[in-house]
């Protein structure tokens, strides 16, 4: 079975990811979404809150499962037997810093693949960190996250 964990803070969870696992589904057998836990990072949604709304939004798709993890994604994916780590990019400054990691990863687990997917061209202009900007701004993001997601948002205070 090809198995391929897709890393990240997922803070939240975009039309992007979505799209990525959903292409992703096409070459891989089952791909783990492994939120990353970052204790010094004050996110804007709880894990408990990202692995809730992330778990709605596939609970038809039983291919994909969520899981949170701390330390290296190479160890999380020596742990789940996962062979692949899938990872989208949507610029050239993504594949800079991408390729740096790959190249790292490679060197402590080679026994580990980074698979890379060029983004969508719709939606090569979002990530969370703009999606976290428009929202904390009061402005509409439901276009930009799935429904199940924007759900989960806090109330703007």
């Keep these: 079975m090809k198995t391929a964990v897709f890393p990240g803070s997922f803070d939240p969870f975009t039309n992007a990811h979505l799209d990525l ?10 791909i783990i979404v492994a939120i990353g836990v970052n204790s010094s990072k004050k996110g804007m949604l709880s894990i408990t809150e990202k692995t809730k709304g992330i778990q709605g939004l596939f609970k038809e798709e039983p291919r994909v499962s969520v899981a949170s993890f701390q330390g290296l994604t190479v160890t999380f994916c020596q742990e789940k037997e996962a062979p692949f780590i899938l990872r ?4 050239a400054q993504d594949f800079e810093f991408e390729n740096m990691i790959a190249e790292n990863n490679k060197l402590l687990y080679p026994e580990i ?13 979002i990530s969370s960190t703009i999606v976290r900007d428009i929202w904390r701004h009061r402005g509409d993001v439901s276009h930009l996250i799935p429904k199940p997601i924007l759900d989960t948002l806090p109330e703007h205070t």
């Design 88 to 91: 989208g990019l949507r610029n």
């Design 113 to 125: 693949e980074t698979v890379f997917l060029i983004s969508n061209f719709t939606m090569g202009h």
């Design 21 to 30: 696992v959903k292409r992703g589904l096409l070459i891989f057998d089952e």
